[in-house]
């Protein structure tokens, strides 16, 4: 069984920065594709990031291009999300999620295992 835990999240002002962990329990995380998705309030969740174990390739919803940079560390089983420049639009419940079977990427429904969430608030 696969466990996901986020940490990182908060209350921050606009044009500030976050960065988001996600600690993976298991031996499959170094052959695993791992992305983040967020939910806003009254919102359907949204794909933010993802990234390949095969060769690190990334991925970014358009709104946090320049923004949001995702990175693994297979040591330490844990994926990242630094934010910078945050916005009060990025406020939401972030998650992480494991795709083992398929690749995934922008793609909910191909994620085997999802997080908890944490929730980032940007607001002044």
Known sequence: QVH???SGGGLVLPGGSLRLSCAASGRTFSRANMGWFRRA???EREFVAAIR???SSTYYTDSVKGRFTISRD???NTVYLQMNSLKPEDTAVYYCA???TK???TNAYEYDYWGQG???T???
């Open 118 to 120: 944490t929730q980032v």
């Open 98 to 100: 494991m795709a083992i």
């Open 74 to 76: 297979n040591a330490k």
């Open 4 to 6: 996901l835990v986020e």
């Open 122 to 124: 940007v607001s002044s």
């Open 103 to 105: 690749v995934a990427d």
């Open 41 to 43: 309030p009254g919102k």
């Open 53 to 55: 174990w095969s060769d």
